[in-house]
T-cell receptor
Framework: AQSVTQPDIHITVSEGASLELRCNYS??????LFWYVQSPGQGLQLLLK??????LVQGIKGFEAEFKRSQSSFNLRKPSVHWSDAAEYFC?????????????FGTGTRLTIIP | GAGVSQSPSNKVTEKGKDVELRCDPI?????LYWYRQSLGQGLEFLIY????????KSGLPSDRFSAERTGGSVSTLTIQRTQQEDSAVYLC???????????FGPGTRLTVL
């Protein structure tokens, strides 16, 4: 069975500082990997996804993530955070079975931005 | 509409009552998913619909939970005899044919007193 671990429950970062959110997954084959962001009272918005190919993927809002098969990781990064990035971030893995892509999510990382 | 819509946005009910939650997927999206977001539990898959195929119900936590999708579009998630542990945000997502990106609605916050 697939699983996702986000080891950091809460991270606080100063505005303008760099950010890295960790995600480790467990899956028997090449996974589909996603990062979603959830702002208070909002639904989930897709930041980026990895299916195959280039292991460094670019997303919206200046985010990127790198797939490292040897480490079973898909960490999310941003070089300089903005106050509007404060939200909850979820990493997810999808079964590589085209057609039913039910996602398994991590428990999320809450990001706080301080001035 | 532009996105997935869900109604109601908030629902407060008494223990033992039945509730129905509605999801309107994006027009043209053939696949529809329900997830539950509980405090401390993260997001859990509940059920998946794709066209006329039998739904994948493997995530439903008990037989009090059921869902249907009428006409390949709108879906209703029904919880019978609600319990306090059913309190959560219920999220719906849909996808276009031949893609794997799920678009989520804003969710329904269910509170069982």
């Amino acid at each position: 069975a697939q699983s996702v671990t986000q080891p950091d429950i809460h991270i606080t970062v100063s505005e303008g500082a760099s950010l890295e959110l960790r995600c480790n997954y467990s899956y028997g084959a090449t996974p589909y990997l996603f990062w979603y962001v959830q702002s208070p009272g909002q639904g989930l918005q897709l930041l980026l996804k990895y299916f195959s190919g280039d292991t460094l993927v670019q997303g919206i809002k200046g985010f990127e993530a790198e797939f490292k098969r040897s480490q079973s990781s898909f960490n999310l990064r941003k070089p300089s955070v903005h106050w509007s990035d404060a939200a909850e971030y979820f990493c997810a893995v999808g079964a590589n079975n085209f057609g039913n892509e039910k996602l398994t999510f991590g428990t999320g990382t809450r990001l706080t931005i301080i001035p | 509409g532009a996105g997935v819509s869900q109604s109601p946005s908030n629902k407060v009910t008494e223990k033992g009552k039945d509730v129905e939650l509605r999801c309107d997927p994006i027009s043209g999206h053939t696949a529809l998913y329900w997830y539950r977001q509980s405090l401390g539990q993260g997001l859990e898959f509940l059920i998946y619909f794709q066209g006329n195929s039998a739904p994948d119900k493997s995530g439903l936590p008990s037989d009090r939970f059921s869902a249907e999708r009428t006409g390949g579009s709108v879906s209703t998630l029904t919880i019978q005899r609600t319990q306090q542990e059913d309190s959560a945000v219920y999220l719906c997502a849909s996808t276009r044919p031949s893609t794997d990106t799920q678009y989520f609605g804003p969710g329904t916050r269910l509170t069982v007193l």
